[in-house]
């Protein structure tokens, strides 16, 4: 493991958030909002509603923003955001998870806990100077952001569909060459 549990969780649960945003969109819906929070074992408060989902979405340009900052400007952002969050890092341990850092109570918001919980884990990054564990995918018609965490840092494709594609057309160009 590169970083902390709660750090790659974090961090996993922010790219697929902003992944939600390629085409075709698949964060439309209150109910797909539930799908990924209960698959990034969110907890806190949900008001389940439009507006939850819409500062939600409105998120996704913000986080794409970090990941592809260089080291600098993402330590700027990760600042403003938790400085305009009022975040205050404690440890906290619940429901499966031992201790780990929360910075905002379970109460606010899920965008403000997403927020903060994404720019906390961008904490470990920048101070680690591993900025190169997140890029934009490789595949020429996909703008997905691709978070590596293997150990020889391989991964440059956002998601298997990608790379699979990105075989398929590698196979098919040796392929004509033989």
Known sequence: MLFGHDTEMSLGAAVALVNTAEAPDTLTTVEELDEWYAEWSYTG??????AELAAVRALRPVLRGLFVADRDDAAIL???MLAEAGAVPRLERHGSFDWHVHAVPMEASLVT???VETAMAMIDVIRSDEMSRLGVCADDTCDG???DLSRNRSRRFCSTACGNRNAVAAYRARSRLS
């Open 78 to 80: 990760v600042n403003t």
């Open 145 to 147: 952001i691709v978070l």
């Open 113 to 115: 806990r997403v927020t």
């Open 45 to 50: 408060r949900r008001d389940g509603d439009g």
